[in-house]
């Protein structure tokens, strides 16, 4: 499956950005869909995560109670939704997509993905 990330931007704190990543391919359902971002000079971290129905959802703390993440699939789409936007938010985010079991510390983990969208850039100003 090959992901395509879009809707970064410029925005400043306390703003809002949606991320969106869409898929190609007809089994897009049946994988889980992670978000993950790698701010500069630092590893790639966890944001969160969904299972292949949409109904389970895994954030990290730092996404806890400001980002959605959801999925669409009729349209072989995943979102991320961030609001409350940070300077610390700053970072090229990476949608992925894991075809195995749905765990929750598998699904943490950038190893257990198979498939990486490209990024998109998303900068918070103060």
């Known amino acids: 499956v090959q992901l395509q990330a879009s809707g970064g931007g410029l925005v400043q704190a306390g703003d809002s950005l949606s991320l969106s990543c869409a898929a190609s391919?007809?089994?897009?359902?049946?994988?889980?869909m992670g978000w993950f971002r790698q701010a500069p000079g630092k590893e790639r971290e966890f944001v969160a995560a969904?299972?292949?129905?949409?109904?389970?959802?895994i954030y990290a703390d730092s996404a806890k109670g400001r980002f959605t993440n959801s999925r669409d699939n009729a349209k072989n789409t995943v979102y991320l939704q961030m609001n409350s936007l940070k300077p610390e938010d700053t970072a090229v985010y990476y949608c992925?997509?894991?075809?195995?079991?749905?765990?929750?510390?598998?699904?943490?983990?950038?190893?257990?993905?198979?498939?990486w969208g490209q990024g998109t850039e998303v900068t918070v100003s103060s």
């Open positions: 391919g007809r089994s897009f359902s049946s994988y889980n």
């Open positions: 969904v299972d292949r129905s949409g109904s389970s959802k």
């Open positions: 992925a997509a894991n075809s195995g079991g749905y765990y929750y510390t598998r699904v943490r983990q950038g190893d257990e993905y198979d498939y």
